[in-house]
């Protein structure tokens, strides 16, 4: 039984969640400038993935998926940097960290799977 939507892949749906959490975090954050770009590679984490699958070939959709992983990897980065510009406790870092790690472990073992196909 295969995947027949790109809503049906668990790597999309935590993104979007992901996204939806970001957009909560940042919300009241006056350096427009960071909260746009945190939200805007937040919200292209679960873009990719959707549109990576509607591609002609695994190796499309996987090259999408390193895209979407490189995204997720940006929001984690901005976190970090987050914490120390005072935007966020440590303990929503760590947190949001957590769910961005989560994502990253699946898209890389999807893209094993699209390999091995």
């Known amino acids: 039984m295969g995947i027949y939507r790109f809503e049906e892949i668990i790597a999309w749906q935590k993104a979007q969640d992901f996204a939806v959490e970001i957009y909560s975090s940042f919300n009241n954050l006056r350096d427009f400038s960071f909260r746009d770009q945190i939200r805007r590679a ?3 984490i679960s873009n990719n993935i959707a549109e990576g699958f509607d591609r002609n070939s695994p190796a499309d959709f996987s090259r999408f998926l390193y895209i979407a992983t490189s995204s997720c990897s940006e929001v984690k980065s901005m976190l970090y940097l987050a914490e ?3 935007y966020i406790s440590k303990e929503d870092k760590v947190s949001l960290l957590v769910k961005g790690d989560e994502i990253s472990k ?11 196909s």
């Not at 699946?106 to 091995?116: A, V």
């Open 84 to 86: 120390k510009l005072n």
């Open 42 to 44: 937040s919200v292209s």
């Open 106 to 116: 699946i898209l890389k073992g999807l893209i094993k799977s699209l390999r091995r």
